[in-house]
């Protein structure tokens, strides 16, 4: 029997409210301060869960990595005709293209969030 009940992704930002925001705006979710964990967190119906730490030294991630380093990234999942609504939605929230990647048996849309994360727009 699992003892762990959930899991929750945590990003560290500079300012956690304004990347807390931009992703509950992507997924369509609420934002709510935690103060036990202190920090933001997104929820909606969904299921997803995320949380946003301030870190007053936070340094943003680099992309690409020398030497093809692979980082943690976050993956959100669009329907196949709603890429481009989903990608003008990122721009529109502050999110910066990064590369995209088109071929195969899914698309694949890579950009920097407001905070310089890495995430992926993927089909499914």
């Known amino acids: 029997m699992a003892t762990v009940e959930t899991a929750i992704l945590v990003l560290d930002s500079g300012e956690p409210e304004q990347l807390a925001a931009f992703y509950a705006g992507l997924l369509g979710e609420e934002v709510a301060y935690n103060p036990?964990?202190?920090?933001?967190?997104t929820?909606?119906?969904?299921?997803?869960?995320?949380?946003?730490?301030?870190?007053?030294g936070f340094a943003p991630p680099s992309w690409?990595?020398?030497?093809d380093a692979h980082q943690t990234h976050?993956?959100?999942?669009?329907?196949?005709?709603d890429m481009d609504a989903a990608e003008r939605a990122a721009i529109t929230g502050g999110a910066r293209p990064v590369d995209t990647q088109r071929g195969g048996t899914h698309e694949v849309r890579l950009y920097s969030d407001p905070a310089g994360h890495t995430f992926a727009l993927r089909t499914h």
């Open 36 to 41: 036990q964990a202190d920090r933001f967190e």
């Open 43 to 56: 929820a909606g119906a969904s299921g997803t869960r995320l949380g946003f730490r301030r870190d007053a």
């Open 64 to 67: 690409p990595r020398p030497d």
């Open 74 to 81: 976050l993956e959100l999942l669009v329907a196949e005709g």
